[in-house]
């Protein structure tokens, strides 16, 4: 079985420039899954960091098109977004990464937490910007 995400149709939200940022999203996830139990601590935190960066770019860049549009459901997207921040942001990736097991949940959370997010969250304004 293979903890990577499948990247399928059902994730896009016909917005070019968000699907292509989730895209690499979930390619930096899948990176993450080969690297997990082979790469050392630093590559490891490597990915994570980029992931965190990436991640908070993607936001601005949604918040951005939701702003334009007039997106009445803007400032509860955009706490989901922070809420998401400061819980990457508070990962102490030394103990977290020292531990094979406790990388795993990790990237179980995030992965599960992106793919939701994506799947419900960006799909309920794609539908109303489209509208
Ligand atoms: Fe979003």
Redesign the pocket.
Known sequence: MTAKITWDSSFETGISEVDAQHLRLVEIINSLVDAIGHADKNTLKGIVEQLKEYAQYH?RT?EKIMAESGYAGLAE?RD??AMFVDQILLFDLDVILASEGLAWDMLHFLRGWLTN?ILV??KR?AVQLQA
């Open positions: 936001f949604e997207h989901e977004h997010h969250v960006d304004f």
